[in-house]
């Protein structure tokens, strides 16, 4: 079967395919996860995007294999970062198994891109999306999987009325990523992350980090993503009720400067800002630079997630590293916990423009991933995540992937709140931006959280 891979790249550049896969969910590469589900909301149009498409047949030897064969799989991809294994996956896979497969790419947001393709009359018959992408989409384009064997072996599928429709990709969370030889390299400690996960632990040991000579210990990235998804994100993740929460700040019964968490937060985060490397210049600093710095000890923490080893693992970097709880001066657990959970979703297309046999070929294609030994390693190895389902046991290929999973086992991951409006992230990230600047205090930062809440559409779930 002749294999086609095709490439479309139309007036893009390389720091803007970048900077489009920055909100894109799980994994690494220059990109990262969205914790509103508001994935590529700042990437290029569609027009702009780049689409790569790949055909391929999956492993042999499977029943998988005889009842999708010969059948046209479309997937669209909508992680950046690992698009060029995807490509080879599905060459191979067209090789070994007879199933032709597409996959493709844009770095338009998942909601207007598969939008246009409904519209024309061509939805793709396996779609990877954002959480709150199943939420919207399932009643009316998203086939039932709830009789699905891999619905027993994860925790982080999405139903809808008691229905499944969302198959976990993988899980990602987010924390501080620290450097634990270069810390160990001034303390003559090694650093044991849960003593200090006070605030005041913390800075005492920023303080003795540069009194040894690591002059700024911290980097910030200023990327919006990075302060408004998934940092202020925390706020309302990191309570019992984030709804309810939500809904205050929008019929204006809660202020955010009047919020315990908020403040607790922002108290860490001054601390990080007043230690950044980057102070002078906050939103010049550019984040492979960050990344370097951390990567190669001259700075020893960065709030991040594990997203982040594809561009860490670039350069020289150091042994021993991972992700630690955000420090707080807390009683209430949780800054003995990353935030994070299920990361990217596929679903199956239920329309009259997708065969039954096309839909079987994605079901196969998706006991593959989970209980096939190819699927596995593409999972883990060549894509380097997080598996979220429990039968999977090959190692972490990544430190800071294996910080996750060690979280994760452990039980100690607060769920990532999937339904902030679309443009959260972009609206408050610029007024964080404005806080790391020093061009707004933490009041001035409050009155804009307020103003963008008591006007924002919340999100039907």
């Given at each position: 079967m002749a294999n086609k891979i095709l490439r479309k790249l139309t007036g893009i550049t390389l720091s803007a395919v970048?900077?489009?896969?920055?909100?894109?969910?799980?994994?690494?590469?220059?990109?990262?996860?969205?914790a509103d589900g508001a994935a590529d909301a700042s990437a290029p149009t569609e027009a702009a995007a780049t689409e790569a498409a790949a055909e391929a047949s999956s492993d042999a030897g499977s029943d998988a294999a005889a009842s999708g064969s010969g059948e046209m799989l479309t997937i669209f991809n909508s992680k950046m970062e690992i698009q060029d294994q995807m490509e080879a996956m599905a060459e191979k896979y067209s090789e070994e198994k007879g199933v032709d497969v597409e996959v493709y790419y844009s770095s338009d947001t998942v909601a207007a891109h598969l939008s246009?393709?409904?519209?024309?009359?061509?939805?793709?018959?396996?779609?990877?999306?954002?959480?709150?992408?199943?939420?919207?989409?399932?009643?009316?384009?998203?086939?039932?999987?709830?009789d699905q064997d891999w619905v027993k072996d994860t925790s982080s599928a999405i139903a809808v009325d008691g229905k499944t429709y969302g198959f976990p990709v993988c899980v990602e969370a987010r924390g501080v990523i620290y450097n634990a030889d270069a810390i160990k390299a001034i303390t003559g400690k090694d650093f044991v992350p849960a003593?200090?996960?006070?605030?005041?632990?913390?800075?005492?040991?920023?303080?003795?980090?540069?009194?040894?000579g690591m002059e700024t210990p911290v980097g910030i990235m200023k990327e919006d993503w990075s302060l408004g998804a998934h940092y202020l994100a925390e706020v309302y993740?990191?309570?019992?009720?984030?709804?309810?929460?939500?809904?205050?700040?929008?019929?204006?019964?809660?202020?955010?400067?009047?919020?315990?968490?908020?403040?607790?937060?922002?108290?860490?985060?001054?601390?990080?800002?007043?230690?950044?490397?980057?102070?002078?210049?906050?939103?010049?600093?550019?984040?492979?630079?960050?990344?370097?710095?951390?990567?190669?000890?001259?700075?020893?923490?960065?709030?991040?997630?594990?997203?982040?080893?594809?561009?860490?693992?670039?350069?020289?970097?150091?042994?021993?590293?991972?992700?630690?709880?955000?420090?707080?001066?807390?009683?209430?657990?949780?800054?003995?916990?990353?935030?994070?959970?299920?990361?990217?979703?596929?679903?199956?297309?239920?329309?009259?423009?997708?065969?039954?046999g096309q839909r079987q070929a994605a079901k196969d294609?998706?006991?593959?991933?989970?209980?096939?030994?190819?699927?596995?390693?593409?999972?883990?190895?060549?894509?380097?995540?997080?598996?979220?389902?429990?039968n999977i046991t090959l190692a972490v290929a990544d430190p800071l992937g294996a910080s996750v999973k060690e979280y994760a086992d452990a039980g100690k991951l607060i769920d990532n709140y999937n339904y902030l409006p679309d443009d959260h992230y972009a609206v408050l990230g610029a007024a964080f931006q404005k806080y790391l600047a020093d061009q707004s205090d933490r009041a001035g930062f409050a009155g804009e959280i307020d103003k963008y809440w008591t006007s924002a559409t919340l999100a039907e779930h």
């Open positions: 970048l900077a489009a896969g920055m909100l894109v969910g799980c994994g690494g590469g220059a990109a990262a996860p969205a246009t393709r409904y519209a024309s009359g061509e939805p793709y018959v396996l779609s990877m999306v954002d959480a709150k992408d199943i939420y919207s989409l399932a009643a009316e384009h998203a086939l039932d999987l709830s003593d200090y996960a006070t605030l005041d632990a913390f800075s005492a040991l920023l303080d003795e980090l540069k009194a040894g993740e990191q309570r019992e009720d984030p709804d309810a929460f939500v809904k205050a700040l929008n019929d204006g019964s809660q202020k955010i400067e009047d919020d315990e968490k908020f403040n607790s937060l922002m108290d860490t985060f001054d601390v990080l800002k007043a230690n950044n490397y980057a102070a002078a210049s906050a939103i010049s600093a550019e984040r492979e630079v960050t990344e370097q710095k951390l990567a190669e000890g001259e700075i020893a923490f960065m709030f991040g997630g594990n997203w982040d080893w594809s561009v860490i693992n670039a350069y020289d970097y150091s042994e021993n590293m991972g992700i630690m709880p955000v420090p707080q001066n807390t009683s209430d657990g949780t800054n003995e916990k990353l935030v994070g959970g299920g990361s990217k979703y596929f679903f199956i297309d239920s329309s009259d423009k997708v065969t039954d294609f998706l006991n593959w991933l989970v209980y096939e030994e190819g699927g596995q390693n593409f999972l883990v190895t060549e894509c380097a995540l997080v598996p979220a389902f429990s």
